[in-house]
């Protein structure tokens, strides 16, 4: 869909909708560590809109534009954790789970405004005639809605150190989320297991549909 893109325009059509998906995401677990009493993101300056100071180079540079590149038609990625201190939280298991939750969250919330901002341009160019010119603006919008699903989807995976494994072991009783904790330190290659053999596409592909074709219908799109 971005062939008849320049390659300036497909590194900001592409770059400003992932930067700040990732960006806001990581924000939104440390603003609500802090609110339940938890400052160390805060402290170490992660409380910022800046993405340099929540890249990975790996995860959010190399692997997605290794996709990108690849024509793989799947973004895949991941920023530099927000540091958490458990034992400041006032309920740690519980807050636990919220701060967890809050990222992906805020990813819902984001494809829901890039959704919106499609619906703009799509009525501005029926308003003003524009044609050709509004393209980069619509592959971005669409860029934001699938970046923003794929974050929330694959982030609430039950795989710790996923969100998701955060916020099924703040559901559980003590002794099972103690055992699902001891999968964290083989959650990475879990993760690109899934992702080499197409298990993981198969998993969030239909599921980014059916949330896509939600966010239209919420819309009007």
Same mark, same amino acid.
């Given at each position: 869909?971005?062939? *008849?893109?320049? #390659?300036? *325009?497909?590194?900001?059509?592409? =770059?400003?909708?992932?930067? !700040?998906?990732?960006?806001?995401? @990581?924000?939104?677990?440390?603003?609500?560590?802090? *609110?339940?009493?938890?400052? #160390?993101?805060?402290?170490?300056? $992660?409380?910022? &809109?800046?993405?340099?100071?929540?890249?990975?180079?790996?995860? #959010?540079? !190399?692997? /997605?534009?290794? &996709?990108?590149?690849?024509?793989?038609?799947?973004? +895949?990625?991941?920023?530099? /954790?927000?540091?958490?201190?458990?034992?400041?939280?006032?309920?740690?298991?519980?807050?636990?789970?919220?701060?967890?939750?809050?990222?992906?969250?805020?990813?819902?919330?984001?494809?829901?405004?890039?959704?919106?901002?499609?619906?703009?341009? +799509?009525?501005?160019?029926?308003?003003?005639?524009?044609?050709?010119?509004?393209?980069?603006?619509?592959?971005?919008? @669409?860029?934001?809605? *699938?970046?923003?699903?794929?974050?929330?989807?694959?982030?609430?995976?039950?795989?710790? /150190?996923?969100? =998701? =494994?955060?916020?099924?072991?703040?559901?559980?009783?003590? $002794?099972?989320? #103690?055992? !699902? =904790?001891?999968?964290?330190?083989?959650?990475?290659?879990?993760?690109?297991?899934?992702?080499?053999?197409?298990? !993981?596409?198969?998993? &969030?592909?239909?599921?980014?549909?059916?949330?896509?074709? +939600?966010? +239209?219908?919420? &819309?009007?799109?």
């Amino acid at each position: 869909m971005f062939e *008849q893109l320049s #390659t300036l *325009q497909l590194i900001w059509v592409m =770059g400003i909708p992932i930067i !700040l998906a990732i960006t806001v995401h @990581e924000v939104a677990h440390g603003w609500v560590a802090k *609110q339940f009493g938890d400052p #160390t993101a805060d402290r170490a300056g $992660r409380l910022t &809109l800046n993405p340099f100071k929540h890249v990975d180079p790996v995860g #959010t540079i !190399l692997i /997605p534009a290794a &996709l990108v590149l690849a024509k793989t038609g799947f973004l +895949f990625g991941w920023a530099k /954790p927000v540091p958490v201190a458990f034992n400041r939280l006032g309920n740690p298991k519980r807050d636990m789970a919220l701060v967890a939750a809050a990222g992906p969250g805020i990813n819902l919330v984001m494809a829901i405004g890039w959704g919106v901002f499609l619906k703009l341009v +799509f009525a501005y160019a029926g308003y003003s005639g524009a044609g050709a010119d509004i393209k980069p603006f619509l592959y971005m919008a @669409e860029v934001g809605i *699938q970046i923003n699903l794929v974050l929330m989807l694959l982030n609430l995976l039950p795989i710790p /150190p996923l969100d =998701g =494994g955060r916020v099924l072991a703040g559901l559980l009783p003590d $002794r099972a989320a #103690t055992l !699902l =904790g001891r999968i964290e330190p083989f959650g990475l290659i879990i993760m690109i297991v899934l992702l080499a053999t197409g298990v !993981l596409a198969g998993i &969030l592909g239909p599921l980014i549909g059916f949330t896509t074709k +939600f966010i +239209f219908a919420l &819309l009007g799109l």
